[in-house]
């Protein structure tokens, strides 16, 4: 027969684990709330960006920037420094080495977020650098633009013709996928090309073009980068609400299971109890 003592042990314990795991399900979906939010606001100035780089390069007779596929690539990839979401981690890690797989030039990696680099050491792939991942908008919003300058440093120490960012698209509360997308240099067709149509007219632009594309260009990769980042935060903590809700779920089908238990062990004792009462007044009353 189970110790009740035992079983009453374990269902506390469940109960503080059930109440740990609902705080972070319930915070996890504030965090996604907000950084939809976020991401949702970010769209139409990264459009603007975008189109205006275009007109940019347009203007000033550039086209788009000439690619080498047979260049170094370094590839970004967007993981989290906190655990507990799933395959959030496994997901982005694998599209990047399958990534490098169909690559031709050589490609490194670097790491934004701890775990993702972790893992990344661990199937062989040694990061060239590693930053720790923002944990909450606030976290994106302060660290975004000492990020930016350590990555395009990074990229110019390392001699690289392209950047490609691997992240976990955001697309909806708890759904998510690895997306690989090449970020330097930008193609006309993802510079607002198809977005020009959203605008009544193409950005007001005074200065001469060639004057102002080094600093169009850094605002460019700065939106990028933040809306990866954004993304990316969303996605984890969809993630980990999934994974929270359903370790919520299994608390609570082990609770019923040890308050069965519990009740079937306590109500053995007592029967256990009244037997030997019964069974002492028999025996009393045979020696009478």
């Given amino acids: 027969m189970a110790d009740p003592r035992e079983l009453q042990r374990k269902l ?15 915070l996890a979906a504030i965090y996604v709330r907000r950084a939809e939010a976020a991401v949702g606001a970010s769209r139409p100035y990264s459009d603007v960006v975008e189109t205006a780089l275009g007109v940019l390069l347009r203007r000033a007779g550039l086209g788009s920037p000439p690619a080498e596929p047979e260049g170094r690539c370094l590839a970004l990839v967007f993981a989290s420094d ?31 977020g701890l775990r993702g680099a972790a893992l990344l050491r661990i199937r062989g792939a040694e990061p060239v650098m590693s930053i720790r991942s923002p944990t909450s908008l606030e976290g994106i919003k302060a660290q975004v633009t000492e990020i930016a300058a350590d990555i395009f440093e990074t990229y110019l120490e390392h001699g690289a013709a392209r950047m490609a960012f691997v992240y976990n698209a955001y697309e909806g509360m708890g759904r998510s996928s690895a997306q690989v997308r090449t970020v ?13 149509k959203e605008f009544r007219a193409e950005p007001i632009l005074t200065a001469p073009p060639r004057e102002l594309l080094p600093a169009m260009f850094e605002e460019y990769f700065f ?9 990316s935060h969303a996605s984890e903590n969809g993630a980990r609400l999934i994974s929270m809700t359903a370790a919520a779920t299994n608390i609570d089908k082990r609770l ?3 308050t069965q ?28």
Avoid: W
């Fill in 256 to 258: 019923l299971h040890l």
């Fill in 261 to 288: 238990q519990f009740q079937t062990a306590r109500q053995d004792m007592i029967t256990a109890e009244l037997l030997d009462v019964v069974g002492g007044a028999e025996a009393l009353r045979s020696e009478d």
């Fill in 82 to 112: 906190q655990g507990l979401c799933g395959t959030y981690n496994d997901r982005v890690v694998r599209a990047a080495l399958e990534f490098r797989e169909g690559a031709s030039g050589q490609m490194e990696f670097v790491a934004v």
């Fill in 12 to 26: 506390r314990s469940s109960e503080a684990l059930r109440d740990i795991v609902t705080a972070m399900r319930n």
């Fill in 184 to 196: 330097l240099p930008p193609s006309m067709e993802g510079l607002g090309e198809g977005k020009r």
């Fill in 223 to 231: 939106i990028q980068l933040y809306r990866a980042l954004l993304e």
